[in-house]
């Protein structure tokens, strides 16, 4: 039993002090400059996939097609799968290339392969975006800064709320925000490779392309795509000012499928890449072994607040079952601290108190989604979009 106990304090103490430790890394971050003069604007590929969004893809076109970047430098093309006729003679009047397909099973991986087998031509970069997104107005023209840069071949760019129309929308902004903060800004800062979000993230053409190429996932394509990236020794930027406006989730039920496609990603690609993850490690390949085992290993922190106040509770009744109530106060002391440095100022609002009213219910449904996780990778879980409203 002590070994049980110790193990689980040891789990607990270490995940707060990754938390803090970025949290605070991420105080620091400064946005990735051009070190050189650039010549000529880089030319982009902006890829949508879109299953079945037949209620957002319009306006999300209209919305990409504003850049404060030349027309003739970047190309749209939507990959409309399972589309509405009505849909697709609606998107043949704007200036993007539409690309029709059907799958027997649908996977974001099978419609970007689809769109660059398409072409017949080549770009400097391609920026992928999900159904829902909106670039803002200077975002590629942010994402060509940071390309100019040495050596820099895949940026992730700050995907932020799009809306806060319901209290669960506004806590699924505040994790997306506390994320970017620890997990983009913190491992920037400390020179690590960013972790991708799968959405408002470019790369060079033919690398994604290739790469791409050798995929076949199913649910969660950024990890494995990150992954592949990290073996190759390509390193993840972080740019704060390349904005793509994400819709959040706007109920429970849409929650919980979310997080449990989110939760069985992470036992598929731990299970699948921790030895090479040890051996890559022990070739100092640090941001590998982070990706690939410290972050999948890590519960998803709402799971993680909910059970640290649950043991904290029964440290302070049954002691002998959990650990001393001392050591838990002080592993929420330090996770609380990691989550007040990260914490978005701007949200600091009165929508703020709905979103935290939520929070024992999100907690079941995350449990509830760590119980039912087995199967979950294995087929398309599809999130139904429907606000158009860019804040």
Not at 204 to 212: A, Q, Y
Not at 285 to 311: E, K, Y
Not at 324 to 349: E, G, H, Q
Request: glycine share 4%.
């Amino acid at each position: 039993m002590e070994i049980i106990i110790s193990l689980l304090l040891l789990y607990f103490t270490f995940n707060a002090c990754y938390w803090l430790f970025f949290s605070l890394s991420g105080l620091f971050y400064k946005t990735v400059a051009p070190k050189e003069k650039s010549g000529d604007l880089s030319s982009f590929l902006v890829l949508i996939p879109a299953y079945k969004e037949d209620g957002v893809i319009e306006s999300v076109v209209k919305e990409n097609l504003n850049q404060n970047y030349p027309k003739e430098k970047f190309d749209i093309i939507v990959i409309a799968d399972s589309f509405q006729e009505d849909t697709l003679k609606r998107l043949e009047h704007y200036p993007v290339e539409l690309l029709v397909v059907e799958f027997e099973q649908s996977t974001k991986v099978k419609a970007l392969n689809a769109a660059f087998e398409s072409l017949n031509r080549n770009y400097d970069y391609a920026m992928i975006l999900d159904a829902d997104n909106v670039m803002a107005p200077n975002c590629l023209m942010e994402m060509h800064k940071v390309f100019s840069a040495a050596k820099v071949q895949a940026v992730q760019g700050q995907r932020t709320a799009k809306n806060d129309n319901t209290s669960m929308a506004v806590l699924d902004g505040i994790s997306e925000a506390i994320n970017n903060h620890i997990y983009r800004s913190g491992h920037a800062v400390v020179g690590m490779s960013c972790p991708l979000i799968g959405s408002g993230m470019a790369f060079e053409f033919h690398l994604v392309k290739r790469i791409l190429n050798e995929m076949i996932s199913v649910g969660g394509f950024d990890r494995e795509l990150e992954l592949r990236l990290l073996r190759e020794n390509v390193s993840v930027k972080y740019q704060a000012t390349a904005i793509t406006y994400d819709e959040k989730i706007q109920n429970a039920s849409g929650f919980y499928n979310q997080r449990r496609r989110w939760i069985s990603t992470q036992f598929v690609y731990l299970k699948k890449y921790f030895f090479e993850a040890l051996m890559l490690l022990m070739k100092g390949n640090l941001s590998f072994f982070d990706n690939a085992v410290i972050r999948n290993l890590q519960l998803p922190r709402l799971l993680f607040l909910g059970l640290m106040g649950l043991f904290t509770l029964l440290a302070l009744i049954i002691p002998q079952f959990v650990g001393p109530f001392s050591d838990w106060v002080k592993i929420c002391i330090i996770t609380l601290l990691s989550i007040v440095v990260a914490f978005p100022r701007r949200m600091l609002n009165r929508k703020l108190f709905g979103a935290i009213l939520l929070l024992p219910k999100t907690f079941l449904l995350m449990l509830l989604a760590l119980l039912k996780v087995k199967g979950a990778n294995k087929k398309f879980i599809h999130t139904t979009h429907s606000s158009n409203n860019v804040k």
